[in-house]
């Protein structure tokens, strides 16, 4: 990536325009090691931020793998690469994003658990900062009201893998003010995402219809209306989707989509959004999905097979 297209990018944020110079990002999981990979490319300084070291070591090693795949791709320079990683270090405790201009919160899809983080996280906060949560369906509004500063808190919803999907919804709370969206959107611009702004109702655009499809598939699964296989083949090849329903789900990580699931099906009060029981199965057996090494496919073989 040329550094000009990480300074500037077509809709005309710069990043020397910006209040924000570093970034917090709390889960180095799947969604924020990839939110931390792009900031840092991106020229941010990144503070990381998980329960143990052991955690952000091991997301360090596939940022890094993930760097050298755009480099071998010829997208980054080998330069580029070392000053990415060369950017992030691990923040231990969350006092230690106290310098951080903008937090982005990536943990576990469990509200109790987020809403525990934003208030342990407040009081190590410049009066500044900006906070914002990478939930994929829990609501903005309700999880600014934990915290000591609503107006500046939003929903910054990136899309899985984060360094390859354009996508960024941003999701303002009732209380979120002009100039933390604005602020928001310009960010995302400078690392080369593009925003899709939506209101907060549970699960957002992009949840609200890909987790119905993804349950209703697991649903197709229970009723034995077609294995795992011609599920999958099926969605591809039928409907053209780059991936079946069920190998997407185990992508996302299963207890993911019953969170997501469950925040639809409450959140809206509609039978049509109940989570199909061999998901719960699934979660309670401890088949995540691809994160856990086994869920409608098991990826201890190489290539995976279906478990069903
Ligand atoms: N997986 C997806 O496709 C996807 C897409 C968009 C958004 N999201 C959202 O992103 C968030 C994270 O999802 P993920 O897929 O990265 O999950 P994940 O299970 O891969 O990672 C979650 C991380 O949070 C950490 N964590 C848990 N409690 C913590 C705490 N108290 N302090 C610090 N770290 C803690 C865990 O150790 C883990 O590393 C969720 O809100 C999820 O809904 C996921």
Same mark, same amino acid.
Request: proline fraction near 5%; include cysteine.
């Given at each position: ?164 999907? !354009?996508? %960024? @919804? ?6 979120? *003010?002009?100039?933390? +969206?604005?602020?928001? &959107? ?94 719960? !199965?699934? %979660? @309670? ?6 994160? *856990?090494?086994?869920? +409608?496919?098991?990826? &201890? ?8």
């Amino acid at each position: 990536m040329a550094e000009d297209a990480l300074e500037r990018n077509p809709e005309g944020s710069s990043r020397a325009e910006l209040s924000i110079r570093k970034v917090g990002v709390i889960g180095a999981g799947q969604m924020g090691n990839g939110i931390a990979h792009v900031a840092a490319l991106a020229g941010y300084e990144v503070e990381l931020n998980d329960l143990s070291r052991a955690q952000y070591d091991a997301a360090i090693e596939i940022i890094s793998n993930n760097l050298g795949r755009q480099l071998s791709k010829g997208k980054i320079t080998e330069a580029e690469r070392d000053e990415a990683l060369a950017r992030i270090s691990f923040a231990d405790g969350l006092e230690a994003l106290g310098d951080c201009d903008l937090i982005i919160e990536a943990v576990t899809e469990d509200e109790d658990i987020k809403r525990r983080i934003l208030t342990d996280l407040c009081p190590h906060l410049k009066a500044s900062a900006i906070l914002a949560s990478n939930t994929s369906s829990i609501s903005i509004t309700r999880l600014a009201s934990t915290t000591d500063r609503p107006e500046q808190f939003i929903g910054m919803h990136f899309m899985n893998p984060v360094p390859v999907m !354009k996508l %960024v @919804e941003l999701i303002r709370g009732i209380a979120t *003010a002009d100039d933390t +969206f604005r602020t928001s &959107r310009a960010f995302v611009e400078t690392i080369g995402k593009t925003v899709a702004v939506a209101e907060d109702f549970p699960a957002f655009i992009v949840n609200r219809i890909l987790l119905p499809m993804i349950n209703e598939a697991v649903y197709t699964l229970y009723e034995g209306v077609g294995n795992v296989e011609a599920i999958d083949t099926a969605m591809r090849l039928g409907a053209h989707h780059p991936m079946g329903p069920l190998q997407l789900a185990d992508f996302i990580g299963l207890d993911t989509c019953l969170s997501v699931m469950q925040v639809l099906y409450e959140g809206l009060a509609d039978s049509k959004y109940r989570p199909c029981p061999l998901m719960v !199965k699934y %979660v @309670e057996a401890g088949w995540l999905g691809r994160k *856990a090494g086994r869920g +409608f496919y098991d990826y &201890r073989s190489d290539p995976p097979v279906p478990t069903r």
